[in-house]
Structures are given as C-alpha cells and as structure tokens.
C-alpha cells in the first residue's frame, strides 16, 4: 500500500492549491481518504474524508466552504480543493486511508502518504 501526497507549495492568503493523492498497490475502491494537516507545535487534525461506497465527501468546520475533497477511482487519486486560503491554513498536509468508514481519527487509518507542505503568506 502507498500513497504519494503532492501539490503543495507557496501562496499567498486568498489563492488556491489543489493536492493529489496517488494510491497504489491496493484496491482504491474499496478505502475510506482522509486528508489530515499538522500545523508546526500542533496536533494532527483531520481536514476532510470521501467515504469508499457513494464518494461522500465531508469536510472539517475549520475549512468548510473552503476546501472540496473528491476521489477519482479510475485514476485511484484523491483530491484536495483548497480555496481562499489563509495563513492558518499552513500546515503539512498528509492523505491517509482506511478500509472502514469514514472518520477524522486518525488512529483509525492503516496507511499514511508523506506529507505535502502547504504554507500560506499574509
């Protein structure tokens, strides 16, 4: 199982960045996404999940309105909208996977990708 988070970068408050995440090695289809970010001196938090069975997206409070997670099975990638950024959106940003439902603990995901850098300028 391997997962390859990428599309981060620099942008200022208000741009936008869309992350990929590359599945391989397993039977996409069948895995609950997770996006998570961890900010530097804070703890892991979920951002937003797309359920296995229907594609059910839902996203974190946080980022609601903001950020649209969506999964495309055939190409068994995942990804990450992010609109109207803020600096307190700077964080790096894992993908992560499981074969249950959906959920924002993360001790409940089997696998994890690297992690991208996402940092916002004000």
């Known amino acids: 199982v391997q997962l390859q988070a990428s599309g981060g970068g620099l942008v200022q408050s208000g741009g936008s960045l869309r992350l990929s995440c590359a599945a391989s090695?397993?039977?996409?289809?069948?895995?609950?996404i997770g996006w998570f970010r961890q900010a530097p001196g804070k703890e892991r938090e979920g951002v937003a999940h797309?359920?296995?069975?229907?594609?059910?997206?839902y996203t974190a409070d946080s980022v609601k309105g903001r950020f649209t997670i969506s999964r495309d099975n055939a190409k068994k990638t995942a990804y990450l909208q992010m609109n109207s950024l803020k600096p307190e959106d700077t964080a790096v940003y894992y993908c992560?996977?499981?074969?249950?439902?959906?959920?924002?603990?993360?001790?409940?995901?089997?696998?994890w990708g690297q992690g991208t850098q996402v940092t916002v300028s004000s």
């Open positions: 992560a996977c499981r074969l249950g439902g959906p959920s924002f603990r993360r001790e409940l995901y089997d696998n």
């Open positions: 090695g397993f039977d996409f289809v069948r895995y609950t």
């Open positions: 797309i359920s296995r069975i229907g594609g059910i997206p």
